[in-house]
């Protein structure tokens, strides 16, 4: 080849370069809800006004996560304006007043039905390509009872999304032992199915079910709820408990320096149980928000696997950036609120001492960036608003977001 034409050929293959640059699309922040009950277990509304309120809301995607059931096959409920009633008249009303409804009704025995749709019906009537992705969900929700004379239950509530085949509730000898059954079910079925299934440990202080020696043991899962909704969940812990700010840390202490396991990673859920109402589990209380190219569950899944996302309850970030030296966080402070952001972590330690969590710095600012001092473990943030929650768990909660931890260096 003759030198000259070496030009004409570089400005080829970057012109050639380019166009496939273009058509790639940019990653771009997408928000959801991955754990939303409805009627088909123990939630207050038709399924088709519990995404309505997610879509109507501007979320992009959303699980319905009932426990231990996929919404599939023919299940009528009883429509009742009873005292207490799950779905009243009002409801079916409203879904029949939809621009496109989907929804069967018969009377049976002189009692007014309706038909709960299934996954399928409903992802024809929400999902929107790029706007809207509805994703197939189930709460496998095992009760694991310690042994002996003082037993007691331990919730131990597992969401699967992006399943296509049921999954059982697990028994087992411990704590731990249910946590993996179900974990390594999840994994089988993503090895049987091309598109991606993850797997979510639900709100660990439900009923003090999981504590933080057991999350660390969760061989093929990395994902768990620092933040639930529902207010009967006891993410701040207690006098005896640890919040589940602290059982993460903790966690991956263990995780990385005993058990060489990959670290854990928080998201936020509403756990919507309510829909007309009542201060226990409303909607839009926590959502993640997800880095990705396109709104697929294969997209979204890869950006979540990787740490790329974060994990709120009403702040708002713009960046996230990890570099070889250091993490930066951007958040968007909206007019009179005040943001302090945390960088939390451990520091390796020398000789036999386990490190601790702890507070690396503070800062009362929209962005901060934090140097690798070299000898961290691993480092995330949490940052924290000056502005209440919308819709308190405890009294005085403030709004906050997480973002995921990382191993400098790694
Ligand atoms: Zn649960
Ligand atoms: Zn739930």
Redesign the pocket.
Known sequence: MKLKSLPILATLLLLGLGQALESQPKPRWWKGNT?T?TLWSDGNALPDLAVAWYKDRGYHFLAL?D?NILQDGETWFPVATAGGARLQPEQVEMVLKAKDPILETRTREGQPEARLNRHDELVQRFSQPGEFLLIPGE?I?SNWRSPGPEGRGHPV?I?AIGLEEFIPPARGSSVVDVLNQVFDGIAAQQEDQESPVLGHL??PNFGWGVNWEDMAQIRKGVFFEVY?G?TGTADAGNALHLSTDEMWDRANIRRLTELKLPLLLGVSTD?T?HYHGGKVAGPGRGWIVVRAETLTMKALAKAMRAGDFYSTSGVEISDISVSASSYQVQAKARPGETLTIEFLGARKSQGEQVPQPQVLATSQAEQATYEFQGDELFVRTRITSSLAHSAPKVKGELQRAWTQPIQPGK
């Open positions: 754990h009950h996560t426990h709460e929700t509530h969401n639900n709100h639930n529902h756990d149980h």
